[in-house]
């Protein structure tokens, strides 16, 4: 059973940078593709980034140009750089790996069969 587990939230200021990172218990990291989800309270739980196997990458419109995925397979890790941030991304982040053979990357929480215990970030002044 694959195990995600992130780090690097935490409380930064409107404006602010922080990178959340995920450790993945696996020397086989490049068999799946990666994302990074977020829900906050009352809401569902919605994709903002995701990374193929190939590293090709996919973007929800609310954080593209502000925020970046990265992965790499060596190490086991993703990481979600974050700038420029709003209180509107105060969050818990998780991050997910799949492994369907027909998917690239998804931004659809379905596509993902394993899954961290998730984050908190929060952006407040």
């Known amino acids: 059973q694959l195990q995600l587990m992130e780090s690097g939230g935490g409380s930064v200021l409107p404006g602010g940078s922080l990178v959340v990172s995920c450790a993945i218990s696996t020397h086989d990291a490049g068999s799946y593709y990666l994302g990074w989800f977020r829900q906050s309270p009352g809401t569902q739980r919605e994709g903002v980034a995701a990374?193929?196997?190939?590293?090709?990458?996919l973007y929800s419109k609310d954080v593209r140009d502000r925020f970046t995925i990265s992965r790499d397979d060596a190490k086991s890790t993703l990481s979600l750089f974050m700038s420029d941030l709003k209180p509107e991304d105060t969050a818990d982040y998780y991050c997910?790996?799949?492994?369907?053979?027909?998917?690239?990357?998804?931004?659809?929480?379905?596509?993902?069969?394993?899954w961290g215990q998730g984050t908190q970030v929060t952006v407040s002044s």
């Open positions: 990374i193929a196997r190939d590293g090709r990458v």
């Open positions: 997910a790996a799949g492994e369907r053979a027909t998917v690239v990357h998804s931004l659809l929480p379905g596509a993902y069969a394993f």
